[in-house]
């Protein structure tokens, strides 16, 4: 069945980001703060954890702090004076990064994510010249291999996190064109996408975007998309597929 409503869509997202932090679903309502010892726990999604993790999660109230346990004094004494606004402001977030740093880790974000609900989805005209074409199992392979949509199929497709389905634009007898999107979790699956730099500015990215959209909410998922809060080409995309704001992210990545 698709998703008909926000409010199923936003259940799914914060059980997921509840396993993704190892908290209880409450602490992202309200506007307190929550700070934690990171669990690895089922039904998070499947992206692999540094030796050391550490994630910061709000959906606009309440902000989870969830770390491993050499950080966790430290993150709760730094979160005990402040709320959630002021541990959110650049000299706070430049004190984690210098934490993290002391320990061969980067701390990295903001990254925002949006959601898209079935009552949500925009219409979009057809481009003339530019056929689309849903694909998935075997089929996204050939495109995978041709190696310039590295945000939608990457070279490898990660077995933890498969990509499930994918909409590729042709114009000409070239695809110029991906969206993709990967089951980062069983219900809530991240779409990537990539339009050759001659064919930008066309509406042709939001044109598979809004196609693979509506194929991840029938097969019964919740779509996201996510990029780094200073893209603004791609939030501008995806407002006008309709997808809405839906949690920001910061999280640590070990320095190779």
């Known amino acids: 069945m698709a998703y008909t409503n926000r409010a199923d869509a936003r259940r ?6 509840a396993a993704d932090a190892g908290c209880d679903a409450e602490a992202f309502a309200g506007d307190g703060v929550t700070v934690l010892e990171h ?5 998070r999604r499947r992206f692999r954890l540094p030796e050391r993790p ?13 770390c491993h346990r050499d950080w966790l004094d430290l993150m709760q004494g730094h979160a005990a004076s402040m709320d ?27 990254h925002l994510s949006h959601a898209c609900a079935d009552g949500d989805l925009r219409e979009h005209a057809s481009i003339p010249g530019v056929a689309l074409q849903v694909l998935e199992g075997d089929a996204l392979e050939p495109v995978r291999s041709v190696g310039t949509f590295p945000n939608a199929l990457p070279s490898r497709n990660d077995p933890a996190r498969p990509d499930m389905l994918a909409v590729a634009a042709e114009s000409g007898g070239t695809i110029v064109a ?3 999107a990967s089951a980062d979790a069983e219900r809530l699956w991240q779409i990537g996408v990539d339009v050759l730099p001659a064919y930008r500015h066309r509406g042709i990215g939001r044109a598979v975007v809004g196609r693979l959209v509506a194929a991840v909410l029938a097969a019964g998922s919740v779509p996201y998309y996510t990029h780094s809060i200073s893209n603004v080409a791609s939030a ?3 407002s006008s597929v309709g ?8 999280y640590a990545r070990e320095v190779s």
């Open 12 to 17: 799914t997202i914060v059980r997921v980001l």
């Open 39 to 43: 669990r690895d726990l089922m039904g």
């Open 54 to 66: 550490l994630v910061m999660l709000s959906m606009g109230g309440g902000l989870v702090i969830s």
């Open 84 to 110: 959630r606004l002021q541990l959110l402001e650049p000299a706070s977030v430049a004190w984690i990064q210098a934490t993290l740093a002391e320990g061969g880790s980067t701390l990295l974000g903001p």
């Open 178 to 180: 991906c969206a993709a």
């Open 236 to 238: 501008a995309l995806a």
């Open 243 to 250: 997808f809405w704001p839906a949690w920001v992210q910061w």
